[in-house]
């Protein structure tokens, strides 16, 4: 094939600082002028990390990374190209203010030998009001099912000013020296609304009619072919499936994939599925820990039967032999791993190396890619904190990062806190000694990595373990020193990582017999059939146990004060697994906090006072436990440096513990 892309495998060839590989994803690809050096890109994501909409240091240094590791391609986040409600922190293409941030983003990327597109879009009712009431702009006035936001419907004269804003928008990129652009038609945006019969109920010349429905995207692609010329890559990211009742289906998508690859004179299609105004869809085109792995593989793979361009595939690819098959087979040119270069940046580097042990493996748990971004905005990797923080932490391993003097450094607990503080201090050039009172390495992890659809979050604490040991860490199994054996040995430096105790929340019946933890469940107590769990973490505990218990055929009720159940995990985990929980039985009561056991019963109040007795043969409470610092206050003024880190610190999730191990490694 030649023309505008090239599908087919061209042969190997050396592409500098990157030998020539066997591997099937790895092979170039050509796309118009522009030779990507293999088949691996990481997709639009949002980051977080814009200031005043534009692309600054932060957003550079981590795309740089990510290139520098190996990567083809990076596409940028989405990025608005009017001035519709959008978040502080989102990037906007609006005005000729973003064009130096994209030369610094262009010239840093290249010069790691990867090349970078923007994905431009408008979010259309796949937004909320912002402070001053402002309403998303859509094609109708029906608002998503999440935000439930009224949108503002876009008048003729509106929708032209889009349409032009897209165009202006896409000849800035080219003005700022990348080297593509992908229109955002997909996951329920402005141009899937237009185009979609479930979401597009207007009556005039852009809606009714497919033909109407098809006009504004049409009309998008024209003007933008038109803004960047025939020499520049212009391709799109869009849903092949809408996966609604009642909106297109994939025999409709391949028949659009046809029409925009001739009105856009398009060099390539990112094949997705969905949109993000149904929880139902959304949960299956961002797969997550419980998903299946390439979930979405099949519709790129129908895609590229019906085209005549290079057609890239997304959604839960975690590793390069994954990749490899993808490629070989056919289904697809370019293979988005993108959670997967958030957790490792050189994933494609170590692969070539043959260091796949060294790699971070995506887990696909959410807590700190979409969980930071619904909670706090910015994204990073819940086992590698330096991710988001490139512009902060300079790589660890070259002489720079090496401390100026090496020290003895003594590590107390080897769950995910211990062992990532052990690792970082050991990489830095320290003596590092860990001592670890179990017969194993992991903490509560161990328990966690038991509950269904969890499994995978075992890999984290496997992976420390195995760079622990590979930095010549010595690690003391079996081994809990009390302050004077440790202050004996004469450390430079302690890091205390004890973790939590385990405790049940001060309610009257506590303590009685048939009263269990989590930390009690998972680890073997036996339970009668009838449970109520009562859930003081509202995050995964609850919902995990409930369906650890729910699985082995307990009858359980699921009790929490919370305005639902599971209200602070991250929404696209927590969806389906409230329907793996109503599917095993489990009944979920929000709104009632459990005040007191009694024999034979859990006693829950509601909002308005009324007690309920619950019948129950066995109460699970699930609590993050109680910080257990005893050893470092054993410790304080005994030696010269002195840290607390993790749930000894406070009890929170495996994302703080490992940063703080990051972080007070990093300053000895």
Not at 302 to 325: L, Q, R, S, Y
Not at 466 to 485: F, I, K, W, Y
Not at 488 to 513: L, Q, R
Not at 600 to 619: C, F, H, P, Q
């Amino acid at each position: 094939m030649t023309g505008r892309g090239n599908a087919a495998y061209d042969p190997p060839r050396n592409i500098p600082g990157f030998p020539m590989s066997p591997r099937a994803s790895l092979f170039p690809l050509q796309l118009r002028h522009l030779t990507l050096r293999n088949r691996i890109f990481s997709s639009g994501h949002g980051t977080g990390f814009g200031v005043g909409g534009t692309v600054g240091e932060r957003h550079i240094a981590y795309h740089r990374a990510r290139a520098r590791g190996g990567l083809a391609l990076i596409v940028t986040e989405a990025t608005g190209i009017d001035d519709a409600p959008l978040r502080s922190y989102n990037i906007r293409n609006t005005s000729d203010a973003i064009v130096p941030g994209y030369r610094g983003l262009a010239e840093a990327v290249h010069a790691e030998g990867a090349a970078v597109f923007a994905l431009l879009s408008h979010t259309g009712r796949n937004q909320v009001m912002d402070a001053d009431g402002n309403a998303p702009r859509a094609a109708t006035d029906v608002p998503m099912d999440r935000t439930r936001d009224v949108p503002h419907r876009l008048d003729p004269d509106e929708i032209e000013a889009v349409i032009a804003a897209f165009a202006a928008a896409a000849r800035r990129c080219r003005e700022g020296g990348l080297d593509g652009v992908e229109l955002s038609f997909t996951h329920g945006n402005l141009a899937q609304e237009f185009l979609s019969p479930w979401s597009n109920d207007r009556d005039d010349d852009w809606g009714g009619s497919e033909a109407n429905r098809l006009r504004f995207p049409r009309r998008v692609l024209e003007a933008c072919r038109a803004a960047v010329g025939a020499d520049f890559i212009l391709g799109i990211r869009y849903t092949a499936d809408e996966l609604v009742p009642g909106g297109y289906g994939l025999d409709d998508g391949l028949r659009y994939a046809k029409l925009f690859v001739d009105w856009g004179a398009l060099d390539f299609l990112d094949v997705s599925a969905g949109t993000n105004a149904n929880m139902w869809s959304r949960s299956i085109h961002y797969p997550v820990i419980s998903s299946p792995p390439r979930p979405l593989v099949h519709l790129a793979a129908a895609v590229k039967a019906v085209v005549g361009v290079p057609v890239f595939c997304v959604a839960k690819i975690a590793t390069i032999d994954e990749a490899d098959a993808i490629v070989a087979a056919g289904e697809a040119d370019m293979v988005a791993m993108t959670r997967a270069h958030i957790a490792d940046p050189a994933v494609v580097a170590k692969t070539l190396a043959g260091r796949g042990d060294d790699i971070r493996t995506c887990i696909y748990c959410n807590e700190s890619c979409f969980g930071r971004q619904q909670r706090f905005g910015d994204i990073s990797c819940v086992y590698n904190p330096r991710s988001g923080r490139e512009h902060l932490w300079p790589p660890l391993g070259p002489q720079r990062t090496k401390s100026e003097r090496s020290r003895n450094v003594v590590v107390i607990g080897g769950g995910p806190a211990g062992l990532e503080a052990a690792r970082v201090a050991a990489k830095r050039g320290h003596q590092v000694t860990l001592h670890e009172r179990e017969d194993r390495l992991g903490g509560q992890v161990r328990l966690l990595a038991r509950t269904p659809t969890r499994e995978a979050y075992a890999r984290i604490t496997e992976w420390l373990e195995r760079q622990v040991r590979a930095h010549g860490v010595e690690v003391r199994l079996g081994s809990a020193p009390d302050a004077d054996a440790i202050v004996a040995d004469g450390p430079d430096a302690v890091i205390v990582a004890t973790g939590s105790e385990d405790a049940k929340p001060v309610i009257a019946g506590a303590n009685g017999g048939h009263v269990f933890t989590a930390r009690q469940v998972l680890g073997g107590a036996n339970l009668g059939r009838r449970v109520v769990i009562g859930d003081w973490d509202g995050k995964h505990m609850g919902m995990s146990v409930a369906a650890f218990l729910a699985a082995r055929g307990h009858a359980v009720e699921l009790v929490s004060s919370a305005f639902f159940i599971g209200m602070d995990a991250d929404l696209l985990t927590w969806r389906p697994a409230m329907e793996r929980l109503q599917n095993l039985g489990v009944l979920l009561t929000p709104l009632e906090d459990l005040v007191r056991v009694e024999d034979g019963a859990a006693v829950t109040r509601r909002i308005n006072g009324a007690e309920r007795e619950i019948a129950a043969d066995s109460v699970v409470l699930c609590h993050r436990g109680r910080a257990d610092r005893r050893l470092y206050h054993a410790l304080n003024g005994r030696v010269a440096t002195l840290h607390a880190i993790g749930d000894c610190w406070a009890p929170r999730q495996i994302e703080q513990a490992i940063y703080e191990g990051a972080k007070v490694a990093r300053a000895l």
